[in-house]
């Protein structure tokens, strides 16, 4: 168990449709990160938020946005959702304290999303 | 964008036997890390490697930082049925956390 809790665990849903996929990070964890993972491929960076403050964006689409709480618990909005949004998606979490450089990051279970 | 070719794409091992995946990329890494998933799982960190050249084991993983930085393998020694999973390396750049993922190696067990 990394500590890293996402929800839900499994989501179906239709195309068009928006979904909210939740993160909660390790305690203590300033930094999140979300992944998504399609079917047998590697993981792909979406974003990171640092203590409430988008950090990095990667291959994140218009249609995706994310934010991080002030509780430090983060959200990933997926909207107007295609059959290719069908992923696996990770949130992982990383202590933070060199501001989220060079540290390991603990990943949560994921939330296998699919669109009809 | 960086791509991180994997190879091979999945292997089948016997127990006891060794197994060898590496990762190679046109760009430069300043770490290099190799995950492991089991299925339903996210992926957990096994090696980190920090420097060009150096050389990590972790109990009967063993993994390299290629001297170019453009590559790293890792080794399993004397497989155990509980190897099997898919295994994925990562590379991170100077700036940021941000990592990129290899396509990963799916490791079976030989019928």
């Known amino acids: 168990d990394s500590g890293v809790t996402q929800t839900p665990k499994h989501l179906i849903t239709a195309t068009g449709q928006r979904v909210t996929l939740r993160c909660s990070p390790r305690s203590g964890d300033l930094s999140v990160y979300w992944y998504q993972q399609s079917l047998d491929q590697g993981l792909q960076f979406l974003i990171q938020y640092y203590n409430g403050e988008e950090r990095a964006k990667g291959n994140i689409l218009e249609r995706f946005s994310a934010q991080q709480f002030p509780d430090l618990h983060s959200e990933l909005n997926l909207s107007s959702l295609e059959l290719g949004d069908s992923a696996l998606y990770f949130c992982?979490?990383?202590?933070?304290?060199?501001?989220?450089?060079?540290?390991?990051?603990?990943f949560g279970p994921g939330t296998r999303l699919l669109v009809l | 964008g960086q791509q991180l070719n994997q190879s091979p794409q999945s292997m089948f091992i016997q127990e006891g036997e060794d197994v060898s995946m590496n990762c190679t990329s046109s760009?430069?890494?300043?770490?290099w890390l190799w995950y492991k998933q089991d299925p339903g799982e996210g992926p957990v960190l096994l090696i980190a490697?920090?420097?060009?050249?150096e050389l990590t084991s972790n109990g009967r993983l063993t993994a390299q930082f290629g001297i170019t930085r453009k590559d790293s393998f890792l080794n399993i020694s004397a497989s155990i049925p509980s190897d099997v999973g898919i295994y994925f390396c990562?590379?991170?750049?100077?700036?940021?956390?941000?990592?990129?993922f290899g396509g990963g190696t799916r490791v079976l067990v030989k019928p």
């Open positions: 760009s430069i890494f300043n770490t």
């Open positions: 992982a979490s990383s202590p933070g304290t060199s501001g989220g450089l060079q540290e390991t990051q603990y």
């Open positions: 490697l920090y420097k060009a050249g």
């Open positions: 990562a590379g991170r750049q100077a700036a940021g956390n941000k990592l990129t």
